[in-house]
């Protein structure tokens, strides 16, 4: 059953607090790595037409080129099932994008690309040619953003605007992330099965804000790792579903 929803209010907040946890410095700028486009799916367990998005996720993940999380939303446990890793925050992010275009679509399996289009998230090739299309529509707006370790602390770095270039500023999330979860679903639509869930956000908060110039976060990164996560990834988007100008993931802690 394909499932969707008409535009609503956010409703929900999406900022979750890491005390203590956040230093930012601004510096030179530098280059970073290629840039990934980045896949959004938003997925529920009581959906049944999710399962072949979830497994083509799965595969979107092993591309060098892309960036992918999945996003599980709690607006269809009233079927039957409540969603073992649906937050609200994640509901409320797909609402968000639905008011930033304008279209009012929220819909299960959706993928969101780049912050910018979405697609039915089980359509393989409409969403390697958005995906496609976006790489082309955003290579001038780019930004530079690295991640690394040093000791305890993990480093963001987003790099500066090009010379010349207006761009509106960006916040920084934080999204940590399971590599995969198997689920067995015991009621609703997809009673009796088990489906496995690839890169599974199951925190997302925003950690900083970028005006153009180059900046750096500190992160204690024991403070992340004692979380429902293998690591994390690391957006720079434009206002609080805009497009995404810059991606970096570590997968493994």
Known sequence: ?????RK???GFAMAITLAGALSVVSDEASSGPKAKAVIELYTSQGCSSCPPADKLVGKLANRDDVIALTFPVDYWDYLGWKDTLASPANSARQRAYARARGDGQVYTPQIVIDGTTHEVGSHSKAIKRAISKSKEKLQNARIPLEMHTEGDTLIITAGAAPTNTRIKPATIWLALVKKSQKV???????????????????????VGTWKGEKVSIRLPKHHLQNT?????????????AGPVLAAVEMKNW
């Open 184 to 206: 067995k679903i015991n009621r609703g639509e997809n009673r009796g099965r088990t489906i496995t869930y690839h890169r599974v956000v199951r925190d997302m908060t925003p």
């Open 228 to 240: 429902d996560a293998d690591g994390c990834t690391v957006l720079l988007q434009q206002d609080t």
């Open 8 to 10: 609503t209010a956010l």
């Open 1 to 5: 059953m394909f499932h969707m929803l």
